[in-house]
């Protein structure tokens, strides 16, 4: 049986589970809750209220927390997402075009949807690049894919540049330093990303 998502997905005790992924993964980044603090230039107590799910928080903070845990703030939407263990996600998820993008988020300053829901072994992802400039660097701990749809992309791994087109798409592991931008106009692509272990 299939289930075809819906953009009134119940939200109840999502800023719970994205507090818990956030303490989850700065654990596994061997962080204390100063240092996240430090890295991300919000305070300390402020923090605290996020691991518990006490705390409202922008999006621009949610992508200084994701940036400093080495992960993307679509990633921690997902988490935010999940079931909270009870019942496990679709075996077949189904997301339509005619649905429109209900799950949009700021990565890497880019247009990013999630394509698939809940606590999955890889989070598929369509974004639009349209920045001409190259961004920050982004390195994590888990494999990337990239697959470029249209337009031309301009990938640097590990300070190596690659020019991708229509059809290209480059693997990498994690560790490998990366970042992306066009030349001119717009780059779609759909990257899957590999779930930091749960």
Known sequence: MRQVVSPDQDAAGAEQRLGARVR???RERGLTLVQLAE???LSHPFLSQVERGL?????PSLRRIAVALETSPVELMAAAEASDGAEAPPRVEVRLASDGDDVVSDFA??????????ARPFLPMSI?????????VFTHAEDEWVI??????HLELDGEEQVLGVGD?????GGVAHRWWVGA????????KQQASR
């Not at 705390?55 to 999006?59: H, P, R």
């Open 24 to 26: 989850e993964l700065r």
């Open 39 to 41: 890295a991300t230039g």
């Open 55 to 59: 705390a409202n928080f922008s999006l």
């Open 109 to 118: 300053q880019d247009r990013a949807v999630a394509l698939a829901r809940g």
């Open 128 to 136: 639009e690049c349209v920045r001409t400039v190259p961004g920050e």
């Open 148 to 153: 470029v749809l249209s337009g031309e992309l």
């Open 169 to 173: 798409s480059a693997y990498y592991a």
């Open 185 to 192: 106009g717009t780059a779609r692509l759909v990257t899957v």
